[in-house]
Structure formats: structure tokens, C-alpha cells
């Protein structure tokens, strides 16, 4: 029998927990985004939330992990605490779990915000009221409070405490 006309043997469908391991090698994961996902490929909710939780009391699934590398990541980015914060909501995490960890986020927001505007206008920062402003909306944009911008867009890179 030649290959064409062979019939192919069917792989066995993976497990609701092999799709959630598979899914977590690649990059942490929330609880809700493994649950929306293992749904999305047909996965049945029960079926889900218990390979989650056998994820989760193995070690290999933890929202407070995912949380600690989401804001590490979107702080490098160039992202601010007030999206950060919001997208922690949107992934289903708690109030106290998103509070303890942006607490415990070791960074400087101010000069995650100075870090962009580096970027985007140059080491000497805005030049002018134009830029300034650009810089702000940008600022605003990422998440960034009022606070944070006015010291990012105003500072003199001379100077060590900014101002």
C-alpha cells in the first residue's frame, strides 16, 4: 500500500489540562484568560476550571505570578500604573492581588514615563510648548497620572531630581 492511500492514524485529542499546560509553556496565563481560552477550542467550562485548578495546586498556573510579570512587562513597554492597573481588572484578578502588586512593583513609574518620552523626543526631552503637549497626550494616553507627566515633560535632564 503506498503512502497516498494509507489512511492516517488520528492523534488522540489532548486533555483540557495538556491544553492549558500547552498554552501556559509559552507565557503566564490568568485564570479567566486559561478558562476563555480552553473554551475557545471547545473545551467544556467544568472541564476547564478543574484543569485549572490542578494547574494551579501544581504550581504551574499562579495569578499572582502572571500579575508580577504583567507589570514588569508593561512597565518596560512604557505603560503606566493607571493602565496596568486596568488591564490586571481585565483579567479577572482581585482587588487585593492587583493592589499588593503594584505595591510591590520595584520600578519607578516617573521614570518609566521619563524612559518614553526619551524615546519618542530625543535625550533632551520636549523642546517646545508643542512637544510638551504632545508628550503629555502620549503620557495620557499609556496611563500615566497627572503627577507623572507634568515631571516627565518637564525636566531637566541636568538635573538629578528633575525639576
Known sequence: MSDAT??????PQPSATQRALGLLVRREHSRKELARK???????????QAAIGRLA???WQDDA????????????GGYGPLHVRAELGMHGLDRDLIASTMDAFEGD?????????????????????????KAAE??????FDG?????????DPDDPDGG
Open 6 to 11: 494509507r489512511p492516517r492514524r488520528q492523534r
Open 38 to 48: 480552553l473554551a475557545a477550542r471547545g473545551v467544556e467550562p467544568d472541564e476547564a
Open 57 to 59: 495546586d501544581a504550581g
Open 65 to 76: 505570578r502572571f500579575a508580577e510579570s504583567l507589570v514588569r512587562s508593561r512597565a518596560a
Open 109 to 133: 513609574w516617573t521614570e518609566v514615563a521619563r524612559d518614553l518620552v526619551r524615546r519618542r523626543f530625543g535625550e533632551a526631552g520636549p523642546r517646545d510648548l508643542a512637544q510638551r503637549r
Open 138 to 143: 502620549l503620557l495620557m494616553r499609556r496611563g
Open 147 to 155: 503627577d507623572r507627566i507634568r515631571a516627565a515633560t518637564r525636566f
